[in-house]
């Protein structure tokens, strides 16, 4: 019995990868699909990306299957997979339901927030958040969804907050692009949202995000052209340089 029972094992998973480090595999690949270190619309070799992780295929083709559902990875019946297209249209209506995400979550954050937590967020902020010389995009980017997160979650509805976490994950890199130019403005909105906020004003709080995160669709045609010249001519300054 216990000869089967290994036998099975080493069938089904006997690289100790298979099954435990999935979940490490599909973090990197995550990472990579977010940041386009696939080109958009590259077929994506999996022996290749299996050598590059130090992993079998069998876990890769698990966290790439895992990934089609988040909207990072595509799969064509018979090509494989396939890293997203950089769309202009589909970047725009990702913004749009996240502002209407954004701005439903802050009506219910000033009716159900408690003080104690409304108050937490606040002070968070202005901790931790207000603070941005000296930091990368890729930072700056990383307190503003976190900020963003903390204000939706005072609306106490968890599915809302993931539903918003997995938007954030598909405009991540055009949010990066767009950084450089929206700096200027980012800190005076928050600070706005947060004292809108402190007072409960939810009208107030929906006109500051609505205007905070709405785009029209040419502005994102610009940010996406500034983001298809970075991947494809290295020598232009681009993220992490």
Do not use: W
């Given at each position: ?137 890729e930072d700056l980017v990383e307190d503003d969804e976190r900020f963003h997160i903390a204000v939706a979650g005072l609306a106490g ?16 890199f055009v949010r990066w692009i767009d950084m450089d130019d929206r700096l200027p403005y980012t800190r005076g909105e928050h600070e ?50």
């Open positions: 019995m216990a000869g089967g029972q290994r036998r099975r094992g080493a069938e089904t998973g006997g690289d100790a990868d298979t099954d435990s480090n999935v979940g490490r595999i599909e973090e990197a690949v995550r990472r990579m699909a977010i940041a386009y270190e696939f080109l958009p619309g590259e077929r994506i070799n999996e022996g290749e990306l299996a050598r590059k992780l130090g992993a079998s295929r069998t876990p890769v083709r698990e966290a790439l299957n895992r990934l089609i559902a988040d909207g990072l990875i595509q799969f064509k019946p018979g090509q494989g997979f396939f890293c997203r297209p950089l769309d202009p249209k589909e970047i725009y209506d990702l913004y749009e339901v996240r502002r209407i995400l954004e701005t439903e979550a802050v009506r219910l954050s000033c009716e159900r927030a408690s003080e104690e937590t409304l108050q937490a967020v606040v002070a968070d902020y202005a901790a931790h958040g207000a603070e941005t010389a000296g930091k990368s995009v509805n968890g599915e809302l907050v993931k539903r918003l976490g997995k938007i954030n994950e598909r405009i991540r706005a949202l947060v004292a809108a906020l402190a007072k409960r004003d939810a009208e107030a709080c929906v006109t500051v995000l609505s205007s905070h995160i709405g785009k029209r669709l040419d502005q994102i045609v610009a940010v996406v052209r500034r983001g298809i010249s970075r991947l494809y001519v290295p020598d232009i300054p681009g993220i992490g340089s």
